[in-house]
């Protein structure tokens, strides 16, 4: 819908990774706080590369106008990228996941401005997924199994959804170790995942809700198939960020801007498109506390 628009001038769209950040953005360490010049935005893939940059103009081209100013957006290789960026103050504005947030506040002192709405929420769940003629029945059956005895499928130890708040809410509901107590398959997504359980490959699938419905195409009948026995506790959603030299009138400036957005059915399909937001809010570091615990309760693992 929005590939066809005209590109503003003052837009550069451009594809980056770690061995380039110093050269681009802001300018690398020492960099002044953005009160002149172009400013960068950095994101993290959710879809081929080369589309998202086209997706992403729209949003560059608003902002572009409304800021006065060139914005050269940026498709990162993956958060490191991003975040060492932000580190370097390269990067001005960067769109970090929840874990990748708090990571970033950690390494780089970036500060979180905004974080996006889904369906009128500011947060998301995570589910736990098994076979609808599963011997397992309920949460308890996982909790109770013999050590070994359940596969467990998720996407990946960093994802929020797929592994640290399910494991967390298992330790939290008296499991002792979800490390030797399950057999893991490590799915690299969260359809995946879904799809190791449908192939039998595993005895449950932790994702975020309603990962079903990525698979209902290809699978009609999932929500039936495939029943959701528990919930964890609510993950605040992905954040806007901007890196910890910026000019505080210039922070400002960018908050109401994106917040404006909010009443431009134009930019909400252009939010949607590039990652699923129908709507922003205002947050704060404390938004993320719940993130920052789990985080530091897996550390080790994430880091490995």
């Known amino acids: 819908m929005y590939k066809g628009l005209n590109n503003m001038k003052k837009t550069t769209i451009a594809l980056s ?21 172009p400013l960068s935005m950095g994101f993290i893939p959710s879809q081929d590369a080369d589309e998202l940059a086209t997706t992403v103009e729209p949003l560059a081209d608003r902002l572009s106008e409304e800021l006065d100013r060139e914005i050269d957006a940026q498709v990162m290789t993956d958060y490191s990228a991003l975040v060492e960026g932000m580190r370097t ?16 506040e950690e390494r780089a002192d970036v500060e979180v401005i905004l974080k996006s709405i889904r369906f009128g929420e500011d947060h998301y769940l995570a589910q736990f997924n098994v076979m ?13 199994a013999d050590e070994g005895e359940l596969v467990w499928a998720y996407a990946d130890v960093s994802s929020p959804a797929g592994y640290l708040f399910p494991a967390s809410h298992m330790l939290d509901e008296g499991l002792e170790d979800v490390d030797d107590q399950f ?19 595993a005895d449950f699938a932790t994702t975020f809700d309603d990962a079903r419905d990525n698979l ?19 993950i605040p959603n992905d954040t806007i960020s901007v890196r910890s030299e910026l000019n505080d ?41 719940i993130v920052r615990d789990t985080y530091e309760r897996f550390q080790e693992e994430i880091e490995e």
Not at 218 to 230: A, G, L, Q
């Open 183 to 201: 057999e893991h398959v490590i799915a690299g997504g969260n359809d995946n995942a879904l799809q190791s359980l449908m192939d039998g490959q």
């Open 17 to 37: 990774g770690a061995l380039v950040l110093a050269g681009c953005g802001a300018g690398g360490d020492g960099a002044d706080d953005g009160s002149e010049g």
């Open 132 to 144: 609808a003629d599963s011997d397992i029945d309920s949460f308890d059956d996982i909790l109770e």
């Open 89 to 104: 103050q390269s990067i001005d504005i960067g769109f970090l996941d929840p874990l990748g947030f708090v990571q970033a």
């Open 216 to 234: 209902e195409d290809e699978h009609p009948d999932i929500h039936d198939e495939v029943e959701v026995i528990e919930y964890t506790d609510p």
């Open 249 to 289: 009138e210039l922070v400002d400036e960018i908050r109401e801007t994106f917040m404006s957005f909010n009443d431009d059915e134009e930019m909400l399909e252009v939010l949607d498109e590039i990652y699923n937001w129908t709507g922003i809010a205002e947050a704060s570091s404390e938004d993320y506390d």
